[in-house]
């Protein structure tokens, strides 16, 4: 979902930005106007993560689908291990096509137990020597967050924050490279935001293909090649929606308000819904929980979708219930859920 507000103001200006006549996907992204959307785009995001200029802020194609190869191939040499942190889809994903590239060590797996924790972070055994820490901050399809920013002690972190990125306030000196898709918190699909250290960045490979080499990406900011100008302007005005409400602290607040709703209606049903993460690392983002049987989670999708609450159903590789309340997703939503979910449930146990 993205802020009624962003996309009313992207349909004004839809036909002529400021006075240029035209379309944002009009103008030239060399043009001043463009320019300045691209600019306005990376100092909303550096101030809403608080990220200074030893960072960098980039625009990639790809989805976060192609860091999970981009970063190995920069990062991790023929003789060197990437420690990964698996605690879900998502990054079983990431650390197979790190695999394809260097030695991978699995440093925490809640694989066995159907990816319903996460690790505290001294229960974490670090290779020192590794050249990089990979996790994901929040697991979209199996609803598993991390209530902290892992430390690396040492070890740079790589992070795939594409489903939390700007739900809450984190430390971001704790990473050396955050990335993230747009199309949750941030923007439309088609564009993802990489955020690096810079003396991180300069251990980087020089791959051969430019749009595959960061510090070549970042020397050209961003713009290697015609950038997905759309994607960013919607991602500054995004932006711009979440600095006038207070910036990660209050959206933090709104969402934690949201999530507690909805986990309430799953404890109090006496086991009507079954939610399927442990309470400590239950996602403020993706609410995951099952009913007693598939049929019955049919009913309750198609009910749902009939007063109006659609993409309730769970990733097709999971089954089960997803709600997923992303920033952009008011309170008013999660009540509603809740009042369906009780409604539902008196009618049906
Ligand atoms: C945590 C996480 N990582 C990676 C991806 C893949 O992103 P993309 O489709 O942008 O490649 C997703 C998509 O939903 C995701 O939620």
Known sequence: M???????????????????????????????LFGNI????????????????????????????MQFSM????????????????????????????????????????????????PEQNQ???????????YTSNETIDGVEFPYDLDGNGVPVVCDASSNILSKQIDITKYSLLYAGAQKN???????????RRDFMAKASDAAIPLLNYKEIAAADSMV??????????????????????????????????A?????????????????????????????????????EVKFCTEAEAHEMAGLRGHRSVGGIRASMYNAFPLQGAERLADFMRDFARRNR
């Open 2 to 32: 993205l802020p009624v507000e962003v996309l009313a103001r992207a349909q004004a200006e839809m036909l002529s930005f400021g006075n240029s006549g035209m379309s944002v996907m009009e103008l030239s992204h060399r043009s001043d």
């Open 71 to 118: 970063v190995p191939m920069s990062f991790l040499l023929r003789d060197q291990t990437a420690d990964f942190v698996v605690t879900g889809s998502w990054s079983v994903k990431a650390k197979r096509e790190a695999r394809k590239y260097g030695a991978v060590r699995e440093i925490f797996s809640s694989e066995q137990s159907g990816f319903r924790t996460v």
């Open 260 to 296: 507690v709703i909805v986990y309430k209606a799953i404890d109090d049903s006496e086991g009507f819904y079954m939610g399927h993460v442990e309470p400590s690392a239950r996602s403020n983002m993706n609410v995951t929980f099952r009913l007693q049987s598939e049929d019955l």
């Open 186 to 196: 941030l923007g439309p699909s088609g564009v993802t935001v990489v955020i690096i």
């Open 225 to 258: 090649n015609t950038p997905n100008t759309w994607g960013i302007y919607l991602i500054s005005l995004v932006c711009q929606w979440l600095l006038e409400r207070g910036g990660t602290e209050s959206i933090e607040r709104a969402n934690a308000a949201k």
């Open 124 to 134: 974490l055994d670090f290779s020192s020597d590794a050249a990089y820490l990979h």
């Open 38 to 65: 691209l600019q306005r785009a990376k100092d909303h995001l550096r101030m809403l993560l608080s990220a200074d200029e030893r960072y960098e802020i980039l625009f990639l194609p790809g989805g976060a689908t």
